[in-house]
């Protein structure tokens, strides 16, 4: 109940703020921008004397408690204008001098403003959200700005993960996993209250932290990162989890109208977004597909190889790796593997996945696979491999012949990406984000419902076909490597958030990412690296 209290609180208080900044507005003549003033007239350099750039934060740390409009409007070696210097008081007229003395240094010719860039990211564990998060700060850094990360939790599969560059703070603050509401409400309240001055935030799973954002940071700009809306992400929860999401439903709408950027992850989640908040303005939402980040691990094991270049397996084998998790249907795999065997095939089935101890449902769920799997006779046929590395994962994609992803409606997907980078065809359902990114008959196959009879068929379709053009040969799979690049990609999902940052913060972020001409690639592989 406190997260409510805390919420219901800060829309109070943004309400009298706003009235607040509407009066002073009226007295001092226009809005307030501190963050374009500070990015046009105070280029961050390292060239820059320590005492200097101590000086500097401590000048613009006072005046942001002030709210003088004019002081916004000074451009580099400019000093205010008479009328509002009428207005300030002494001491307030003395740091606005100190102030233009000190962005009167000449700038560097770099052409990215160092920002300082905080990430609301409740849970770390091993999905694509999560990896979006990483890619997230590797380009942010990479831009050199000051990356910092709020999150309550870590899964144990980062823990050797080196994340260079970024100042990380796990409030280990022990909530129920997955409640991201309360979660993202516990870690705005930590910002709001540190050393922290935000030029932007980027906040995914919940929205609830961002009225408080807005009060603490009101020039602060806010970009949201929408995997799913809240309030449809629970269908498999018990019933009391269902009303509390079903309650979020009811503001959430009003906590995303206050967001300057929305990105989605998939047309079908865009429209789905539209569907459940129409009021939300539909210029501020984009869509921007998930990155497949995996040309960073450079071991020859994440290289992809065709399955005509490697020694052929005995047994057809099909891969799925997915999350185990009720909405993932992976046990229509292990009822298609039964009628498969039933009719007198012979095939291979694996079930790699992460397994999260935390959230009862991924526990409850493996076990009642690993039961089906004994009920339906198919041991001999379906094998269970927890939580992979990174290094395991693509073993298996090399030693498999399709993979397999099931979960309809499924908001995006990676594992159809991570299966065209591999050359292997996929077999996913006719709906969610796979139903954008697979192509019909040359890089997998479609089912129209998440069916084991269906499946079935699928899988024996693939045990019979001999080849797939465009991944067993070198010359298609470019053309498909090409499309990867220009829509899935790592450089692709840069381009996309620097036009973001661009957009909220006008002529004062220049993107520096340049996406590679796929028209001139000669390696299939490396030219992505």
Known sequence: MRSWTVAFTFFQNKAAFEASSRKKRRVLGGPTDVHRQKALTERETDEYPLHY????????????????????????????????????????????????????????????????????????????SDRCTVALMRHFVSQGHQVVWLTTMIDEYWKDHKFEGVEIRDI?????????????????????????????????????????????FPSCKILFYCHFPQQLVTPSRFFLYRWYANMIGLIEEELFARIDTIMVNSNFTAKTFSKVMPAIEKSKIRVVYPPCDIDWIVSDSARAVSRKDRKQ??????????????????????????????????????????????????RIYYEILQKMTQDLDVSDVVTFIPSPSDKEKFDLYHQCDTALYTPPNEHFGIVPIEALDQRRPVIVCDSGGPAETVLEGV??????????????DAMLQHMNRSDWPELDCDKGYLKQRARLEREFSTRGFCAHIDDAVAQMFGTTIVPQTIITNSTNIKNPRRAFA
């Not at 500097?56 to 709210?67: D, I, K, N, P, Y």
């Not at 160092?114 to 091993?126: A, C, G, L, R, S």
């Not at 993932?328 to 065997?341: C, F, N, P, T, Y």
């Not at 890089?443 to 079935?456: D, F, R, S």
């Open 53 to 128: 750039r101590r000086a500097r934060s401590a000048v613009q740390c006072t005046l942001s408690r002030f709210s003088f409009p004019s002081l916004c409007r000074c451009s580099s070696g400019t000093s205010v204008a008479s009328s509002s210097r009428k207005l300030l008081s002494p001491a307030a007229t003395s740091l606005v001098a100190l102030r233009s003395q000190l962005s009167a240094r000449p700038s560097s010719s770099a052409s990215t403003i160092k920002m300082q860039v905080v990430i609301i990211h409740p849970e770390q564990w091993n999905g694509g």
């Open 172 to 216: 280990g603050l022990k909530l129920h996993p997955g409640d991201w509401w309360s979660q993202n409400v516990a870690l705005g309240w930590h910002l709001i209250f540190s050393n922290l001055q935000p030029d932007m935030v980027v906040v995914d799973h919940s929205a609830s932290c961002v009225p408080m954002i807005k009060w603490r």
């Open 313 to 362: 397996n005995e047994l057809y084998t099909f891969l799925s790796i997915n999350r185990f998790w009720p909405e993932k249907r992976l046990d229509i795999i292990v009822e298609a593997a039964s009628i498969l065997k039933r009719r007198g095939h012979k095939l291979s089935v694996q079930l790699a996945g992460s397994v999260m101890p935390h959230i009862p449902e991924s």
């Open 443 to 456: 890089t997998g196959t479609k089912i129209a419902t998440p069916n084991g009879e269906l499946l079935a």
